[in-house]
């Protein structure tokens, strides 16, 4: 590889580990937002596993993309072999991880169902202790969003607060709509929302439809955005290989 090829080469190695890079910081940046931003979203994380999981891994790639995009631009702007040759092994590593871990994640997607997230309202949820960390993100949860149960109120019947009648009311007051249009007068809110279970004072819209339209668009476009590094990262590998092979004739 001579002359005008090989510095073809070289400015669409600078260009696609630039993109790598800049890639790299909207992860970074994605993940801190999620992690430090919102005190809800992340106490809804951190109580889920995969999803915490998934966060901290979403910030290690994207450190790590900076990082190689910085490595691949100073190779080919250097045109070093070593140095290129080590950045294809990281990116060749990175890429295998990340399919490794898409793998991973559509395995364990069954754990992120209705049905779990029921399960664990109604095996971990204490109505009596502020002080529980899953019981407070989910109070915290349904004020914020105005929402009620993982599907909706009934969930909450399932719970072993109620089942065992520990708590005086079958719902939590978070459940409650606290202002409504229209109260006739000498109503009070809380009474038929909590005692009488009256429908019309309660929040019918389940958190997980809610959760999942609030955050759908981000969900979509991390998606995109990590086929598309897979894709840049293919395309990396094989410019970072055809320059090294140029270089090594000269």
Known sequence: ??????????YLMIMFNTFLGMAGCFLVGVSLLVLLGTKTLYGFLMLHPVLSLTVYAVLTIGAMLFVLGFLGCIGAIRENRCLLFFYFLLICILFIAE????VWGY?????LSMASFKEDLATKYNGLDPNDSFTSMWNDWMERHKCCGVEGPKDFEETD???KKLNLTK?????CIERTKNVPQGVDVSVECLDNLNQAYIHQQGCHEVAFTTYEFYIYMALALAILVLIFELFAMFIAM???RGLLKM
Do not use: N, Q, W
Not at 4 to 10: A, E, F
């Open 1 to 10: 590889m001579r002359g005008d090829c090989l510095t073809c080469v070289k």
């Open 99 to 102: 399919l490794s871990a898409g």
């Open 161 to 163: 607060f109620y089942k």
């Open 171 to 175: 719902i939590p007051k978070e459940c």
């Open 107 to 111: 395995v364990y997607r069954a754990k």
């Open 242 to 244: 055809c320059l090294f």
